[in-house]
């Protein structure tokens, strides 16, 4: 499936395995943490990038020893309504240090894009093809925040002001 990375429609060349499923001996792969935690214990290596896909009720901290081992992490939107992925995406930017992509996949809209995008996300899974246009169009014309995000310089001074 088509994603949108960088304001781009790019394919998607990520497979996702199923706990159950034999992993590939080639290839980009997303796991479950659990699964993912399991074939990188036992220093099983395949050719190609390894992924995560957290559910939208888990804490990201249980990637943490694989942070520095896995190319991507999707994070869930079950509705639109859910903000529960942009604290995933914030925790993982901000204080686990995740470099790697962050991709929003589920009940997504273009109106998000530019919070999604502040809180850390950097593709997006499209699931309707004929709003590519739209979603590449906000992307563009979206590229400015009004309002400041929060840094930990920021959470240093308000914490020195309240003190003195």
Same mark, same amino acid.
């Given at each position: 499936?088509?994603?949108?990375?960088?304001?781009?429609?790019?394919? =998607?060349?990520?497979?996702?395995? +199923? =706990?159950?499923?034999?992993?590939?001996?080639?290839?980009?792969? /997303?796991? $479950?943490?659990?699964?993912?935690?399991? #074939?990188?214990?036992?220093?099983?290596?395949?050719?190609?990038?390894?992924?995560?896909? /957290?559910?939208?009720?888990?804490?990201?901290?249980? *990637?943490?020893?694989?942070?520095?081992? /896995?190319? *991507?992490?999707?994070?869930?939107?079950? $509705?639109? @309504?859910?903000?529960?992925? #942009? $604290?995933?995406?914030?925790?993982? +930017?901000?204080?686990?240090?995740?470099?790697?992509? /962050?991709?929003? +996949?589920?009940?997504?809209?273009? =109106?998000?894009?530019?919070?999604?995008?502040?809180?850390?996300?950097? $593709?997006?899974?499209? @699931?309707?093809? +004929?709003?590519?246009?739209?979603?590449?169009? @906000? #992307?563009?014309?979206?590229?400015?925040? #009004?309002?400041?995000?929060?840094?930990?310089? =920021?959470?240093?001074?308000?914490?020195?002001?309240?003190?003195?």
């Amino acid at each position: 499936m088509p994603i949108i990375r960088d304001g781009k429609i790019i394919e =998607d060349h990520w497979l996702t395995i +199923r =706990d159950e499923d034999e992993i590939p001996d080639a290839g980009d792969i /997303i796991l $479950s943490p659990e699964h993912a935690l399991d #074939y990188v214990a036992m220093g099983r290596r395949h050719k190609g990038r390894l992924g995560a896909r /957290i559910k939208s009720d888990a804490n990201p901290e249980t *990637l943490g020893p694989l942070l520095d081992k /896995i190319d *991507l992490i999707e994070l869930e939107f079950l $509705s639109f @309504t859910d903000g529960r992925a #942009y $604290s995933q995406a914030t925790q993982l +930017r901000q204080h686990l240090g995740f470099k790697g992509e /962050i991709r929003a +996949r589920g009940n997504i809209l273009v =109106d998000q894009l530019q919070f999604m995008r502040r809180c850390g996300f950097d $593709s997006f899974e499209i @699931t309707d093809k +004929r709003h590519f246009k739209v979603w590449q169009k @906000t #992307y563009a014309d979206l590229n400015h925040a #009004y309002q400041r995000r929060a840094q930990p310089n =920021d959470l240093t001074g308000i914490r020195k002001a309240r003190a003195g």
